[in-house]
């Protein structure tokens, strides 16, 4: 295997396990604002919170229980705690990764610039002179990057 592809799929792995993090991350996001909504309700309305908490605890383990005020508090803040933990993990790992998807990209640069490998991009003249004689108005714009309107062809 040449050393080219080792590095490519490398790119391809850390690139993939940085969306499922970036995912992750998202995720342990949205849970981490419901857990503030809830001990901002706690705050606010602190009967009705614990009322609506203990209802949905002893309707999923159908048997009553009795938690005290501070014992709920205190592990939504344990969970807050341990949801924080993993979205700072989470974004960590994702920028590390993304330090190492750069020095990846550099070192495919340097192998380019070498001359041991040859860009994708050597055949981009002889496409782009092909494509721009089929489509004469993206000739004028830079480097064809601008958006073709079908008002384009009227004139002003």
Avoid at 78 to 100: E, K, N, P
């Amino acid at each position: 295997m040449d050393t080219l592809d080792v590095l490519y799929d490398h790119y391809k792995e850390t690139f993939s396990l940085s969306k499922e993090s970036q995912g992750r991350r998202n995720k342990s996001f949205v849970i981490l604002c419901v857990l503030e909504a809830i001990s901002f309700l706690l705050l606010i309305r602190p009967e009705m919170a614990f009322e609506l908490i203990l209802k949905g605890i002893n309707r999923d383990i159908e048997t009553p229980l009795q938690l005290s005020n501070t014992i709920i508090q205190t592990l939504i803040w344990l969970l807050i705690v341990y949801v924080m933990i993993r979205y700072i993990q989470d974004m960590l790992y994702i920028a590390s990764a993304l330090s190492a998807l750069m020095r990846l990209r550099s070192l495919r640069s340097a192998q380019i610039l070498s001359g041991s490998v040859t860009p994708v991009a050597s055949t981009y003249s002889a496409t782009r002179t092909l494509y721009s004689s089929a489509m004469p108005s993206l000739e004028n714009t830079s480097c064809g990057t601008a958006m073709v309107s079908p008002f384009s062809s009227f004139k002003r």
